[in-house]
């Protein structure tokens, strides 16, 4: 490919900044002369990845580092991968991470290609010219980038619903000798799970919507916050990896903080006209969600601050529970 165009454009997610800016010396040297873009976080990359969609702007190219401030590269290819805009952009780790099993995890999930940034016997001057010919000079790159939309953040919906069911029953696991707070747990995956097939199921019957374009704005925007808080529980369950059941409550009550009511209510109105039997059942199980929650927090923990916001999670699952027709949950 002929890098001299300047439609072509690289994202490099990494945190250090020094290797940053001698990646873009280094390709500079080589021979590249397109646009290239820098993120220092998952979420952060999220964003701007967000922001490029929007505009109707793809990056060719993605490199990433696989450890994050708020997460790893793995998070990131399971974001692209996920998205029908991004899911054909190449995805190539350059890591000092050689574990075999994040090596095996990053191609498993959809990397193209696992660079280390340093091995035996060899700069990362010449790992980045070996990249550099081999995927900037030689390699083909895809072309096409689809643009609809409402399909792209239902995607992203039912692989977020999908990593919370998998936190969630990472729980459970931690704890398994305490049946009926693994039970909690694990009731509360198979609600994301469900939550998560009948989202699926709107991809199918929403294809070719127009929904304003400020609402799918709001809703990229609530995605990505969700990402953020996820991330940040997951980061806080690595590092605690046997929490106490309030800490549990805690770290999913910081999730649960970031959705506006407001947005999933539009959402909503914009699925209810073409499947009313299906959004009444995914509002129903989304009450039900934020119920359970939040009678737990409220029957098992003391601390008022946790209790605010149980009281705010059920209010909001009672109104979301008014709207769904003939039901009583």
């Not at 919906?157 to 998998?166: M, N, Q």
């Not at 699926?200 to 953020?228: C, N, W, Y």
Request: net charge negative; aromatic share 8%; hydrophobic share 45%.
């Amino acid at each position: 490919m002929n890098l001299t165009k300047p439609k072509f454009s690289l994202l490099h997610i990494e945190d250090d900044p020094s290797l940053v800016k001698l990646v873009k010396i280094a390709f500079g040297k080589f021979g590249f002369s397109g646009e290239s873009m820098s993120a220092g976080s998952v979420n952060e990359a999220l964003e701007l990845l967000n922001a490029r969609e929007r505009a109707g702007e793809p990056f060719n190219l993605i490199l990433t580092d696989i450890q994050l401030p708020d997460g790893t590269g793995l998070d990131l290819i399971r974001e692209v991968r996920s998205s029908p805009y991004w899911r054909l952009t190449p995805v190539i780790v350059l890591s000092s991470e050689v574990a075999p099993g994040t090596i095996d995890s990053a191609y498993t999930l959809g990397a193209n290609c696992y660079v280390p940034k340093l091995s035996r016997g060899t700069r990362i001057l010449d790992s980045l010219k070996a990249l550099y010919e081999c995927w900037m000079e030689r390699a083909i790159l895809p072309q096409s980038h689809p643009i609809d939309r409402v399909q792209d953040l239902l995607a992203k919906g039912v692989a977020l619903r999908t990593r919370t069911a998998d936190f969630y029953m990472g729980l459970a696991r931690v704890f398994e000798a305490v049946p009926e707070e693994e039970g909690f747990w694990l009731d509360r995956a198979l609600y994301e799970g469900n939550i998560s097939n009948l989202l699926g199921f709107f991809r199918g019957s929403l294809r070719g919507a127009d929904p304003p374009l400020k609402l799918l704005e709001h809703i990229d925007t609530m995605q990505v916050r969700v990402r953020g808080a996820l991330a940040l529980a997951e980061n806080h369950f690595k590092e605690n990896s046997v929490p106490s059941p309030v800490e549990a409550y805690r770290w999913v009550l910081e999730i649960m903080d970031v959705l506006d009511e407001e947005i999933f209510a539009k959402v909503l109105g914009l699925l209810f006209p073409r499947e009313p039997v299906a959004t009444g059942a995914l509002m129903a199980r989304a009450a039900g969600q934020m119920r359970d929650l939040a009678a737990r927090v409220l029957e098992r923990t003391e601390e008022p601050q946790l209790h605010v916001k149980a009281a705010r999670l059920r209010a909001w699952a009672d109104r979301l529970n008014e709207g769904v027709p003939g039901s009583q949950i």
